[in-house]
């Protein structure tokens, strides 16, 4: 089981620009979740998908929009890129249910200079 | 979900010696979920204990539950330089995978 995997690792964008992350779950799992992670923070909730739907939204700007795909990889996507959209990209993977662990993937780390 | 508090922000322990993390929580919960991260990497999920639950071993870690203190504890026994690393409690309350995350125990394991 190669568990949650992400792509790419690392990503160097410049202001202004587009960039498209990439999320595979963990086999089994049909819930993805995205959150930023800034240094010397802890991971912020960017927003949740299930069933190719948005659930849940963290507090994000609409640059930040996502998709999930018929088997159930994801994509988050942002737009008009900020400096301060600077930071590791965590996606979690879950089976849907009340007491089932969240995966997380190894990040991709993106710079926009 | 709501949000878990670490408490320390910084701990270090030489090799050998046990590490014991706390944490806070505001309202009821499902469960409550330990991670580990190193050198600002993917989290790892180290043990889930559920609402119903007071304690539970895995390994060298042991994890405390008090509902009525709404508070748990991470105890790393006999810890190891590969501890070394960022540890988060979070705690989840049903309805969806939204993990509220506080800034983390900074663990330091000295040789």
């Known amino acids: 089981d190669a568990g949650v995997t992400q792509s790419p690792t690392h990503l160097i964008k410049t202001r202004g620009q587009q960039v498209t992350l990439r999320c595979s779950p963990k086999?089994?799992?049909?819930?993805v979740s995205w959150y930023q992670q800034a240094l010397g923070q802890g991971p912020q909730f960017i927003f949740q998908?299930?069933?190719?739907?948005?659930?849940q939204r963290g507090n994000f700007p609409d640059r930040f929009s996502g998709h999930q795909f018929p088997n159930y990889s994801s994509e988050l996507n942002v737009n008009a890129l900020l400096l301060g959209d600077s930071a590791l990209y965590l996606c979690?993977?879950?089976?849907?249910?009340?007491?089932?662990?969240?995966?997380f993937g190894q990040g991709t780390r993106l710079t926009v200079v | 979900s709501q949000q878990g508090e670490e408490d320390p922000q910084a701990l270090s322990i030489q090799e050998g010696e046990n590490a014991t993390m706390n944490c806070s929580y505001k309202?009821?919960?499902?469960?409550l979920q330990w991670y580990r991260q190193n050198s600002g990497r993917g989290l790892v999920h180290l043990i889930l204990i559920r609402s119903n639950e007071r304690e539970k071993h895995s390994g060298r870690l042991r994890v405390t539950l008090d509902t009525s203190k709404k508070s748990s504890s991470l105890l790393i026994t006999a810890s190891r330089a590969a501890d070394t690393a960022s540890y988060f409690c979070?705690?989840?309350?049903?309805?969806?995978?939204?993990?509220?995350f506080g800034t983390g125990t900074q663990l330091k394991v000295e040789l």
């Open positions: 086999s089994g799992h049909d819930t």
């Open positions: 979690a993977s879950r089976r849907t249910g009340e007491n089932t662990e969240a995966f």
């Open positions: 979070v705690s989840f309350k049903g309805g969806g995978n939204k993990l509220t």
């Open positions: 309202t009821s919960i499902n469960n």
């Open positions: 998908y299930y069933e190719e739907e948005e659930r």
